[in-house]
């Protein structure tokens, strides 16, 4: 009797264990539907942030992707990314010289968005106003500001 109590506790340990593990290493889909998208030509470039750390500089992202946009094409897939917190910023590079160009007081002269469709007022958004939580499949809308 005692022996079946250990062998069940041990079953169980094992198999709290292994869906644990199965559920930290899965990974997801991220697509990104890019609305407003006013000209066809150039790349859309898309951060993804996994902290507050950086957010939104380029440069900084975790990972960095570049799309060139075909049509109106707006649907955007990022693939592999681990369950998690992140928050997205992206860019529509219309002349593709690789970067974000800006004015004078630093504001962006080419259409960019950022996840929960923040609009910044007087200072690039925080982490916070960005986050979302990914934990299956999911597909998320950023409305280009010009």
Do not use: W
Not at 73 to 102: M, R, S, W
């Amino acid at each position: 009797m005692m022996q079946n109590k250990s062998f069940i506790k041990i079953l169980f340990s094992i198999a709290v264990t292994a869906l644990s593990i199965s559920s930290i290493a899965q990974n997801h889909t991220l697509t990104v539907k890019v609305a407003n998208i006013k000209k066809s030509q150039g790349t859309i470039e898309i951060g993804i942030y996994k902290d507050k750390k950086g957010f939104p500089d380029e440069g900084k992202q975790q990972k960095q992707y570049f799309f060139k946009l075909n049509g109106l094409t707006n649907l955007f897939k990022l693939e592999n990314i681990p369950t998690g917190e992140y928050a997205v910023a992206l860019y529509h590079d219309q002349n593709t010289d690789g970067k974000c160009n800006k004015n004078l007081i630093g504001i962006p002269k080419e259409p960019y968005g950022f996840s929960q469709n923040f609009k910044p007022r007087f200072s690039a958004p925080d982490f916070e106003d960005c986050k979302f939580y990914l934990n299956s499949d999911t597909t998320i809308i950023i409305k280009l500001l010009h």
